[in-house]
């Protein structure tokens, strides 16, 4: 069943109207009508499930069938921070990451980052990636859109890291898969930090960097990784680990 966000603000009693890029993508492409059900969510992650009352040309008057509370958060909630990577990598990163259940996502720049934004087209980034994340968090229903910082020095994204008590910065020179023992090492952490460079990496200095912030270094592996490869992998692991 399609997926669609409603504006708290429009939501009186038992109806919700839709209107903008949502009614016209549930008429024009989707050809919803009068009767056909769906689902959608609020800001709040509110999740709601409606049937369609009437449809003009602009909007969508929905009756609220069935009512259900934000889905539950993470056990253990994520922060990854990523090395801002070229072209749109970073949209596919983002998708993923929301699918994933990540709580938030911290672009930085470092000193291999190929990407050099000025402010106008950095603000464009971040709308993009916004709507990414969103559009994301709709096809896979769950209503959780990630909190995106960036683009931000290095040192900012270190400092936003040390918030969390578990953290983990990713580098190719270790040689070795050693983020399960790291993780193990791990004492029931509240919240955790990946942090993973861009294209060409993290230099040595960095990785000392980040582990006078508290981050213990981790390997993948042997084999070199695309960065939107080992951002998804990591996270994936880290969840799988923390929410079994």
């Not at 994933?100 to 990636?129: H, N, Y």
């Not at 916004?130 to 096809?139: I, L, S, T, Y």
Request: hydrophobic fraction near 40%; aromatic fraction near 6%.
């Amino acid at each position: 069943m399609p997926t669609f966000f409603v504006d708290r603000k429009n939501i009186s009693e038992d109806t919700a109207i839709l209107t903008g890029t949502e009614a016209g993508h549930m008429l024009k492409s989707l050809r919803l009508r009068a009767g056909d059900e769906f689902q959608s969510f609020d800001e709040d992650g509110t999740r709601y499930r409606m049937r369609i009352l009437e449809a003009t040309s602009g909007s969508i008057r929905a009756g609220i069938l069935e009512t259900s509370p934000p889905e539950a958060g993470p056990a253990v909630p994520v922060t990854l921070m990523v090395g801002m990577p070229k072209a749109d990598k970073m949209d596919f990163i983002l998708e993923k990451a929301t699918e994933l259940g990540c709580s938030r996502v911290v672009v930085f720049r470092s000193s291999r980052t190929i990407p050099r934004l000025d402010a106008q087209d950095a603000k464009k980034r971040m709308l993009r990636w916004e709507r990414v994340a969103f559009a994301a968090a709709k096809q896979c229903g769950s209503g959780r859109v990630p909190q995106i910082e960036g683009i931000l020095p290095y040192a900012e994204a270190l400092r936003i890291g040390s918030e969390c008590d578990g953290r983990v910065v990713f580098y190719e020179g270790v040689g070795s898969f050693g983020l399960k023992k790291v993780l193990g090492g791990m004492r029931a952490p509240k919240r955790v930090a990946l942090l993973v460079g861009p294209e060409g990496g993290f230099s040595e200095d960095e990785v000392r960097e980040a582990e006078s912030a508290g981050f213990v270094r981790a390997g993948l592996g042997s084999r070199i990784l695309r960065v939107e490869t080992a951002a998804v992998a990591v996270l994936g692991m880290v969840t799988y680990e923390f929410e079994n």
